[in-house]
Nanobody
Framework: QVMLMESGGGSVQAGGSLRLDCAANGIIFRIEDQGWYRQAPGEQRELVATITRGGSPNYADSVKGRFTISRDNTKNKLYLQMNHLRPEDTAVYYC??????????????WGQGTQVTVSS
């Protein structure tokens, strides 16, 4: 009933910028907290950033000062602006959302991921 889809990934040179989008579609009563995770080859999935429904952000130390998470609740969209990209940022990026399907049912949803490749 609910699907998340990331877009905006691609290949950039070190120092470049990229913006990721995440669109939520389906039967949605309200979207609560959201976030971005990433997984590099051979690595565990790690938290990149989170944002509350009210817009309060939290970032992993590795991306502080470089990435900005934001959301548009009127469009059910989540964004990740990535600046000053480094090769170690290379990973598949996933969006996740806690979504109220109705007044009593809240579930976590994940997108399929989008590849970000940063070359040196």
């Amino acid at each position: 009933q609910v699907m998340l889809m990331e877009s905006g990934g691609g290949s950039v040179q070190a120092g470049g910028s990229l913006r990721l989008d995440c669109a939520a579609n389906g039967i949605i009563f309200r979207i609560e907290d959201q976030g971005w995770y990433r997984q590099a080859p051979g690595e565990q999935r790690e938290l990149v950033a989170t944002i509350t429904r009210g817009g309060s952000p939290n970032y992993a130390d590795s991306v502080k000062g470089r990435f900005t998470i934001s959301r548009d609740n009127t469009k059910n969209k989540l964004y990740l602006q990535m600046n000053h990209l480094r090769p170690e940022d290379t990973a598949v990026y996933y969006c996740t959302s806690k979504i109220l399907i109705n007044s009593w049912n809240m579930k976590d949803y994940w997108g399929q991921g989008t590849q970000v490749t940063v070359s040196s």
